[in-house]
């Protein structure tokens, strides 16, 4: 009985020593990550989608499991990452300048100081979408009418405020603003609850192809009031909305206004690692990433460095130092 207890510690004890020398994959502990999007009808939602698809193919060897969570939008996600209630979020680049300033949403707080850049995404248009029989030509064609202006939390609700200012409409006395998520703003405009509404979106979109296959005539309206913008704000840029992508929209031609950028952002508490993890999978397959959205179809490694204000994330420098893409 005594030898049995004894060759049964010595095997125990044997293999759980060696069972420690064997560096195991197996063993080494999930890291999940979340990542901030916007509304489900938006393109920040499949982009969110996209990155954790790059990233989870390769779970074995990193040892992450990257989530989605539709969220607010920009502002919602910046402050949920600075608060470390989500690893990552995807922010226009409008606010991401305005956030690590200090400004906007931020005035109160000051700079967020932890906020980190990691690369930026796919264009995002200003877009005004408008019903047909609202009568609505032009920007100043929105006196007195009832107007998504966009949710608190989005990036898109100050775009619209500064589009109305340029065009000298006060959204607080000149107009009903209605502050819905845009992922509502579509049926709202159908049903002729609104007459418009404001989206920063990429393109092709969920939430205006739902606003412009309608009953209700529905066009997008150009925004061309923007000197005065594009010269006052360092992130602001012409844009135009292709309207191949809208079959049902009275439009016949591709309509100017102005836009930002989608960024992938982070904070400085997130590991190095696991920032260097996903930008190396973006980046290196970066390919197989532009076919899953036709958004990203103008997405070069080169063009996803630019549009970015807060400090790189040393994790996402370390690979674009590698790669000699930044000093
Ligand atoms: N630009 C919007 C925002 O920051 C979100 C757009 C989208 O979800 O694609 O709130």
Same mark, same amino acid.
């Given at each position: 009985m005594r030898k049995i207890i004894f060759w049964a510690t010595l095997i125990f004890f044997g293999t759980t020593i060696i069972a420690g020398l064997i560096p195991s994959r197996v063993d080494a502990k999930t890291r999940f990550v979340t990542v901030g999007t916007g509304g489900i009808t938006g393109v920040y939602y499949p982009t969110g989608g996209a990155i954790s698809k790059m990233i989870n193919k390769k779970r074995k060897k990193y040892g992450i499991r990257c989530t989605v969570e539709s969220t607010a939008g920009s502002v919602f996600n910046v402050n949920a990452v600075m608060a470390g209630d989500l690893d990552f979020g995807i922010v226009q680049s409008d606010r991401q300048y305005q956030a690590i300033h200090g400004m906007a949403e931020w005035k109160a707080a &000051? $700079? +967020? /100081?932890?906020l980190r850049a990691v690369f930026s995404i796919h264009p995002e248009a200003v877009t005004l979408v408008a019903a047909e029989d609202a009568g609505i /030509? *032009? %920007? /100043?064609? =929105?006196?007195g009418k009832r107007v998504n %202006? &966009?949710?608190? &939390? @989005?990036? +898109?609700r100050q775009n619209s405020i500064d589009a109305l200012s340029a065009a000298g409409i006060d959204y607080k006395k000149d107009l009903h603003a209605e502050q819905v998520k845009a992922s509502e703003a579509a049926g709202l405009l159908q049903d002729g609850r609104i007459d418009a509404f404001f989206y920063t979106v990429g393109h092709p979109s969920g939430a205006i192809k739902e606003a412009t296959a309608g009953n209700r005539k529905v066009g997008i309206v150009p925004i061309t009031d923007t000197t005065t913008l594009l010269d006052r704000y360092p992130y602001y840029a012409p844009a135009a909305i292709p309207v191949k992508f809208y079959?049902?929209? %009275?439009?016949d031609k591709d309509v100017p206004t102005f836009g930002v950028k989608a960024t992938f952002v982070t904070s400085s508490k997130v590991p190095d690692e696991i920032v260097y993890a996903i930008t190396k999978e973006v980046f290196e397959n970066l390919d197989q990433f532009k076919?899953?959205? $036709?958004?990203?179809?103008? =997405? *070069?490694a080169k063009g996803m =460095? +630019? &549009? =970015? @204000?807060?400090p790189i994330h040393p994790g996402a420098m370390k690979y674009y130092r590698e790669k000699g893409l930044l000093k």
């Open positions: &000051g $700079p +967020q /100081k932890d /030509k *032009t %920007i /100043k064609d =929105l006196r %202006i &966009g949710n608190p &939390g @989005s990036g +898109q079959p049902g929209a %009275i439009n076919k899953l959205h $036709p958004a990203y179809e103008v =997405l *070069t =460095l +630019q &549009g =970015l @204000s807060a």
